[in-house]
């Protein structure tokens, strides 16, 4: 009899720890599946981004290292 008891608490025991396992996998997966669409989000900003800076048109103006002293040096 005390052997039934302990093995019913025992399947109690991992029944519960598979339910823990199950609810935190599902939050996981369910965090995982968020960071998958920020991330595709990043991608097509940065791709965005990119394609502008490409797109924007050189300075007429020296870089700094570029110019000229003036003339009182």
């Given at each position: 009899?005390?052997?039934?008891?302990d093995?019913?608490?025992?399947?109690?025991?991992?029944?519960?720890?598979?339910?823990?396992?199950d609810?935190?996998?599902?939050?996981?997966?369910?965090?995982?599946?968020?960071?998958?669409?920020?991330?595709?989000?990043?991608?097509?900003?940065?791709?965005?981004?990119?394609?502008?800076?490409?797109s924007?048109?050189?300075?007429?103006?020296?870089?700094?290292?570029?110019?000229?002293?003036?003339?009182?040096?």
């Amino acid at each position: 009899m005390q052997q039934e008891h302990d093995l019913h608490e025992n399947l109690i025991i991992l029944e519960t720890k598979v339910a823990y396992q199950d609810r935190t996998i599902e939050l996981l997966n369910e965090s995982i599946i968020e960071q998958q669409f920020e991330l595709e989000k990043l991608k097509k900003q940065i791709h965005y981004l990119s394609k502008k800076l490409h797109s924007i048109e050189p300075s007429n103006l020296a870089m700094p290292h570029e110019e000229t002293p003036p003339p009182h040096y």
